[in-house]
């Protein structure tokens, strides 16, 4: 089965999986496509040692703003076992008690959201003529780090 994001396959995903969750996972002896179990139950303790390793993670409540984002990961979420999700509000404060009432991440480029668990993307890069406008990529990676933060 493969997933077709763009062309990176399963095996890409599995090297965002240890990417997220941390390089000491990382099993050097076989490829990458194929995870040793003993690295497939250590990530699973890792995630959430006080459950047992059975643990859900949470949910990623994407702003409005984001939505092409959204759509260009949703899939590679799914993937590394996380629920994204638009947010059915338009205002803020809608928004932070939806993601309360649900134990989410919310996912935004809004530096004024007022909530505990939030992913602030930024608006501009930083590149050789100035600043630029924000490409998916970068999110993309810029994401995978704070979602590291966030669950682990």
């Not at 095996?11 to 996972?25: A, K, P, Q």
């Not at 590679?76 to 509000?89: D, E, N, Q, S």
């Not at 505990?116 to 990529?137: A, D, M, V, W």
């Amino acid at each position: 089965m493969s997933v077709k994001d763009g062309g990176g396959g399963n095996s890409n995903m599995l090297v965002l999986i240890f990417y997220v969750l941390g390089d000491e996972h990382m099993s050097t002896t076989r490829p990458v496509s194929t995870p040793s179990p003993t690295v497939l139950s250590q990530v699973s303790d890792k995630r959430a040692p006080e459950c047992g390793g059975m643990h859900e993670p949470p949910t990623l409540i994407f702003d409005v703003g984001l939505v092409g984002f959204y759509r260009y990961v949703r899939r590679r979420l799914r993937v590394l076992g996380f629920k994204a999700v638009i947010t059915p509000y338009k205002f803020d404060h809608q928004l932070v008690e939806y993601a309360r009432r649900h134990n989410a991440v919310i996912v935004t480029t809004d530096r004024k959201l007022n909530y505990e668990r939030i992913i602030i993307l930024p608006q501009k890069f930083k590149t050789n003529r100035g600043l630029g406008k924000p490409k998916y990529e970068k999110w993309w990676t810029i994401l995978c780090r704070q979602l590291r933060r966030v669950v682990g």
